[in-house]
């Protein structure tokens, strides 16, 4: 890979900087947009191809597999587009918010997300941005960047043994958000209904696609 010139990173460092954003540490605002109409449908980023099929293209894209499967999205942006932005709406990436993770760690991976969807939103596309969290001094930044109501995304893949975990920091998002909607990734836990409404679609439906 060739490295940039000095002018070169200095024109992506203002490009990166183009969108509005939001709280101290700058965490780009992705806007409120409508539930698109009809059914909600996912596919994974995994399986997402150049070119894809009506059948696949019809259906939105989530980001829910291990962050590196997903990096060039943020990395190369305008090159991967035409690739990713093919489908009907699409979930901002779910960079990892691990408890564990340093701080400025786990806000670098809101951040990334938020500035992706911003992106996305500047070529025309729905977007809604995926919830993640880690411990609770996590809540402090890690649901910035997005307007109260309209629609969310979550995951419970991969959480069954983290319930109390999760719940807290669901609980957290429905108050600092107020969503209208959360579309949920897998079977929601206990006490997920209520104050929004949940939109649940299955996980290995997700990974069936139309070859």
């Known amino acids: 890979m060739t490295k940039k010139t000095g002018d070169e990173f200095r024109e992506e460092l203002v490009w990166r900087a183009s969108f509005e954003t939001v709280g101290r540490w700058g965490i780009p605002v992705v806007r409120r947009q409508p539930l698109v109409d009809g059914e909600i449908d996912l596919i994974?980023?995994?399986?997402?191809?150049?070119?894809?099929?009506?059948?696949?293209?019809?259906?939105?894209?989530?980001?829910?597999?291990?962050?590196?499967?997903?990096?060039?999205?943020?990395?190369?942006?305008?090159?991967?587009?035409?690739?990713?932005?093919?489908?009907?709406?699409?979930?901002?990436?779910?960079?990892?918010?691990?408890?564990?993770?340093?701080?400025?760690?786990?806000?670098?991976?809101?951040?990334?997300?938020?500035?992706?969807?911003?992106?996305?939103?500047?070529?025309?596309?729905?977007?809604?941005?995926?919830?993640?969290?880690?411990?609770?001094?996590?809540?402090?930044?890690?649901?910035?960047?997005?307007?109260?109501?309209?629609?969310?995304?979550?995951?419970?893949?991969?959480c069954r043994l983290a319930e109390t975990g999760f719940m807290l920091g669901y609980r957290e998002m429905l108050r600092a958000l107020e969503p209208e909607h959360v579309i949920c990734l897998g079977r929601p836990f206990d006490g997920m209904e209520g104050e929004a409404d949940l939109i649940v679609v299955d996980y290995m439906g997700s990974r069936r696609t139309v070859r």
């Open 44 to 158: 994974s980023c995994a399986d997402a191809r150049p070119h894809n099929v009506p059948a696949n293209t019809s259906r939105g894209l989530h980001f829910f597999v291990d962050d590196p499967r997903f990096e060039v999205v943020y990395t190369q942006p305008e090159l991967t587009f035409p690739k990713y932005g093919q489908y009907r709406f699409m979930l901002t990436p779910d960079y990892s918010v691990y408890a564990d993770m340093k701080p400025w760690q786990q806000l670098q991976s809101v951040a990334k997300s938020r500035w992706c969807g911003a992106f996305w939103q500047s070529k025309g596309k729905t977007v809604y941005p995926t919830m993640a969290w880690g411990s609770p001094q996590s809540f402090e930044f890690c649901f910035l960047g997005y307007e109260r109501g309209g629609t969310v995304a979550v995951s419970t893949v991969g």
